[in-house]
């Protein structure tokens, strides 16, 4: 019988929130990047326990909303204590089933940023669940896929469990998106600013004149 996969393990879940991760994912410089200006609706696909709550607000607009999509309960839980003990405005935790091709509810608005930190690499087929998470991201909006460079690491998962970074952007080209830029992190990740091409932007603009209101 196949155990568990590794982001689903206890031991997992304390590493996302512990100093050896913040060792590797700075996440002020990786934040610090993107452009805020006209930013008002951030979707953190697969966020975890919430490792970047404290950095977006550092960055986020007074006006900007914050979304969290995750598939662990348990995980939805200590965010939502987070949120109540800490006070967190403008955020809106909620659970989106594991699918390998993921489809966001459709109540949420177009996301103008969808931060994917070390997410796309556990799906076998990472462009469907770019085209399914994308479905919810503006025209102009971008996606940012943060993840393991596919060598070892001082901490985090076992190199099989990695993408590399030239694989990742075979699969991110085959789902209709373009890699826009590459932003600075270290040898061990890669993150990749990418954003809709041609044939997304018609896909998604067909699936909006779809909608029955």
């Given amino acids: 019988m196949?155990?568990?996969p590794y982001y689903e393990e206890p031991e997992y879940h304390n590493y996302l929130i512990s100093r050896e991760r913040r060792e590797l994912f700075d996440g002020g410089s990786l934040l610090a990047q993107l452009k805020w200006d006209q930013t008002h609706n951030l979707l953190d696909f697969g966020m975890g326990n919430g490792y970047y709550l404290s950095y977006y607000y550092k960055y986020m607009n007074a006006d900007c909303q914050l979304w969290g999509a995750e598939c662990q309960e348990i995980l939805i839980d200590s965010v939502l204590q987070r949120k109540v003990r800490e006070g967190l405005e403008r955020f809106i935790p909620f659970y989106v089933e594991r699918t390998e091709h993921p489809l966001l509810p459709d109540w949420i608005p177009p996301m103008d940023i969808i931060w994917c930190?070390?997410?796309m690499s556990t799906f076998a087929d990472p462009s469907l669940a770019i085209q399914g998470v994308g479905r919810s991201m503006a025209n102009d909006g971008h996606m940012i896929i943060l993840d393991w460079e596919k060598k070892d690491a001082p901490s985090g998962p076992e190199k099989d469990q990695k993408i590399s970074s030239d694989r990742m952007r075979f699969f991110i080209e085959d789902a209709g998106y373009n890699?826009?830029?590459?932003l600075r992190t270290n040898e061990f990740l890669y993150a990749f600013e990418i954003e809709k091409g041609e044939n997304a932007r018609k896909q998604s603009t067909f699936d909006f004149a779809r909608l029955d209101y």
């Fill in 2 to 4: 196949r155990g568990r």
């Fill in 117 to 119: 930190s070390c997410v």
């Fill in 179 to 182: 890699v826009n830029r590459i």
